[in-house]
T-cell receptor, first 111, second 114 residues
Framework: DTAVSQTPKYLVTQMGNDKSIKCEQN?????MYWYKQDSKKFLKIMFS???????INETVPNRFSPKSPDKAHLNLHINSLELGDSAVYFC??????????FGPGTRLTVT | AQSVTQLGSHVSVSEGALVLLRCNYS??????LFWYVQYPNQGLQLLLK??????LVKGINGFEAEFKKSETSFHLTKPSAHMSDAAEYFC????????????FGAGTQVVVTP
């Protein structure tokens, strides 16, 4: 009965590769988010989709592209990975904007 | 622009003692306010939130927080710490005109000693 799930949990890859992280929520929420948590545990919002429409697009390199095939899924594709992309990426969802439910995170390590 | 300041990156408390985590925001218009907890290698869980109404907010696991507009603060407390409270705690704000855009503080690591 996982509410917000992410795959994979761990991702190790080399610089220059392209990778995707998948997120699914079974809560019936309309809005989904991607956050990045850096090595100092600082959390920053990257994107948000509401009913498959992009509503928040923070200052993020255009190598990062979110894709929402339906309102239960929000995937994050990253092109030409760089060392600085190493972080934990969290997906979240909400019915309204006030209470966001977070997934377990995907730890991305770029070597 | 909004900012969130959490005083103290690490807090050590004895089991049974008061837990007090401080959070201040900078904004002329009070934002919505939140506290999240992150256990090791897990996602974030909402402890409590303040949007409108009563300024003393009760959350899960015995935590509560009080919104003080005059002090631009939203400090988190728990009367008696348990070992299971050891975690990272994040204060977050959401500007009332910025739907869904949570802005997090730097976090406070809580260590509970027997």
């Amino acid at each position: 009965d996982t509410a917000v799930s992410q795959t994979p949990k761990y991702l190790v890859t080399q610089m220059g590769n392209d990778k995707s992280i998948k997120c699914e929520q079974n809560l019936g929420h309309d809005t989904m988010y991607w956050y990045k948590q850096d090595s100092k545990k600082f959390l920053k919002i990257m994107f948000s989709y509401n009913n498959k429409e992009l509503i928040i697009n923070e200052t993020v390199p255009n190598r990062f592209s979110p894709k929402s095939p339906d309102k239960a899924h929000l995937n994050l594709h990253i092109n030409s990975l760089e060392l600085g992309d190493s972080a934990v990426y969290f997906c979240a969802s909400s019915r309204d904007s006030y209470e966001q439910y977070f997934g377990p995170g995907t730890r991305l390590t770029v070597t | 622009a909004q900012s969130v300041t959490q005083l103290g990156s690490h807090v050590s408390v004895s089991e049974g003692a008061l837990v007090l985590l401080r959070c201040n925001y900078s904004s002329s218009v009070p934002p919505y306010l939140f506290w999240y907890v992150q256990y090791p290698n897990q996602g974030l869980q909402l402890l409590l939130k303040y949007t409108t109404g009563a300024t003393l907010v009760k959350g899960i696991n015995g935590f509560e927080a009080e919104f003080k507009k005059s002090e631009t603060s939203f400090h988190l407390t728990k009367p008696s710490a348990h070992m299971s409270d050891a975690a990272e705690y994040f204060c977050a704000v959401m500007p009332t005109d910025s739907w869904g855009k949570l802005q997090f503080g730097a976090g406070t690591q809580v260590v509970v000693t027997p």
